[in-house]
């Protein structure tokens, strides 16, 4: 199976604007989804698909893709944004799933 | 209320067997694939097993073909992981987790359980 690869660590300025990155080859084929999972929290999915966000979740969470790379943008993050953000994705023979290792998202 | 409760965890021995159990409400149960993800103490998300709609597997990780069997009962609004031969590895906090899509799936997680801790040690 194929690997995902992510940044271990990202940070943002209050109200700024943050990409979080995934990649793999399996994203060539694949669009990715991502989640959120706050400290003794379950993970909370905030984006999935080619453009499909979830009743509830903020419009400042949007997805993209490119080439072997997936990301994430938070657009005007807030504070309640630090987390862990996971992406996942199908692997490249579409029959088991992956995982990236996850990126702790600091808010400054 | 939308919600998924897992049971079942606990401390094994190294070698012996668990079955850990999930029950859902508040949606249609027997119209979405659903999953087991696990989560290693400090550690990320790796994914289990799935199952379809009618009991047809999606497929398990390699770290868990062989020694672990998914199954649910429509009837009962409930998916079940059958582990055998447990491993210190196997130590997580099991996720049971609802697809996106109806029917088929999608390997998008759209509701999450709070999990229950499965640790092997002797």
């Known amino acids: 199976s194929s690997e995902l690869t992510q940044d271990p660590a990202v940070s943002v300025a209050l109200g700024q604007t943050v990409r979080i990155t995934c990649q793999g080859d399996?994203?060539?084929?694949?669009?990715a989804s991502w989640y959120q999972q706050k400290p003794g929290q379950a993970p909370v999915l905030v984006f999935y698909d080619k453009d499909s966000r979830p009743s509830g979740i903020p419009d400042r969470f949007s997805g993209s893709r490119s080439g072997n790379t997936a990301s994430l943008t938070i657009t005007g993050a807030q504070a309640e944004d630090e987390a862990d953000y996971y992406c996942n994705s199908r692997d490249s023979s579409g029959d088991h799933v992956v995982f990236g290792g996850g990126t702790k998202l600091t808010v400054l | 209320e939308v919600q998924l409760v897992e049971s079942g965890g606990g401390l094994v021995q190294p070698g012996r067997s668990l079955r850990l159990s999930c029950a859902a409400s508040?949606?249609?149960?027997?119209?979405?694939?659903m999953h087991w993800v696990r989560q290693a103490p400090g550690k990320g998300l790796e994914w289990v097993s799935g199952i379809i709609w009618n009991s047809g597997a999606l497929g398990y990780a390699d770290s868990v073909k062989g020694r672990f069997t998914i199954s649910r009962d429509n009837a009962k609004n409930s998916l079940y992981l059958q582990m055998n031969s447990l491993r210190p590895e196997d130590t997580a906090l099991y996720y049971c987790?609802?697809?996106?899509?109806?029917?088929?799936?999608?390997?998008?997680?759209?509701?999450w359980g709070q999990g229950t801790l499965v640790t092997v040690s002797s």
């Open positions: 399996s994203l060539r084929i694949y669009y």
């Open positions: 508040g949606f249609s149960f027997d119209d979405y694939a």
């Open positions: 987790v609802k697809d996106v899509s109806p029917k088929s799936g999608t390997y998008y997680f759209d509701l």
